[in-house]
């Protein structure tokens, strides 16, 4: 990583804890119940910590949240995962996310175009 991505990547993160903390003093309870549910939801159980990051980053892909892709990405490399790891996770959101779109494209889309083109 190039020193320019290095600081952007550390903006952001910068960024979004100091959006965090602005929202945490204007609603205490609102975002201390939402940070003690996402904590417990990321302790590990019969998943690691580390499997619940790769989860969550193929889960911010899928969605396009780039905030929390960069801050998964540091989850997953601070519970010790690898980069071949990362990199599968994002295969399995790339697959998952891209087979969402097919399954629209060859249902709804179709479904779309027979209904909608005979009033075109």
Do not use: W
Request: charged residues 20%; glycine residues 8%.
């Amino acid at each position: 990583m190039n020193q320019q991505q290095h600081t952007s990547v550390e903006t952001a993160l910068r960024h979004y804890k100091e959006g965090i903390g602005v929202f945490t003093q204007k609603l205490p309870e609102i975002a201390s119940s939402f940070n003690a549910f996402t904590e417990a939801c990321f302790e590990a159980g019969a998943l690691s910590k580390k499997e619940k990051q790769l989860i969550a980053l193929g889960i911010s892909l899928a969605t396009q949240d780039e905030y929390c892709t960069i801050y998964h990405t540091k989850g997953c490399l601070d519970e010790g995962a690898s980069e071949q790891e990362i990199l599968e996770a994002c295969g399995v959101a790339a697959a998952f996310a891209g087979g969402a779109a097919m399954s629209q494209a060859v249902t709804l889309v179709q479904e779309c175009i027979r209904e909608l083109s005979q009033t075109h």
